[in-house]
């Protein structure tokens, strides 16, 4: 059975740090290109970042350049998403997908998504 189980959420609150992981089983993450979206309540979905396959490049939405990290580690089969600095803003469900090969920005192109983790940033 091919899945994602996204992990690290929780209650933080602001200027705190988060990590998130996302662990892939039943499929290898080697070829796939990993993003992280979000979606606050009564709000679209957002992509935050994502990861290549081969290259490794990454890339960010502007709202949390320089504040979250995404990185990959294909031996342990999971990406991760660095959360630091964060915002009352930040606060949504997290998901990670898999698109085959390179990042897309077009939410159709991710093939496998997971359950979501809630992040929420409250004082």
């Known amino acids: 059975q091919l899945q994602f189980v996204e992990s690290g959420g929780g209650l933080v609150q602001p200027g705190g740090s988060l990590r998130l992981s996302c662990a892939a089983s039943?499929?290898?993450?080697?070829?796939?290109?990993v993003g992280w979206f979000r979606q606050a309540p009564g709000k679209e979905h957002e992509g935050v970042s994502c990861i290549n396959d081969l290259d490794g490049t990454t890339y960010y939405a502007d709202s949390v350049k320089g504040r979250f990290t995404i990185s990959r580690d294909n031996a342990k089969n999971t990406v991760y998403l660095q959360m630091n600095s964060l915002k009352p803003e930040d606060t949504a469900v997290y998901y990670c997908a898999a698109a085959g090969g390179i990042c897309s920005s077009n939410r159709t192109m991710y093939n496998y998504w997971g359950q979501g983790t809630q992040v929420t940033v409250s004082s």
């Open positions: 039943g499929f290898t993450l080697d070829y796939y290109a």
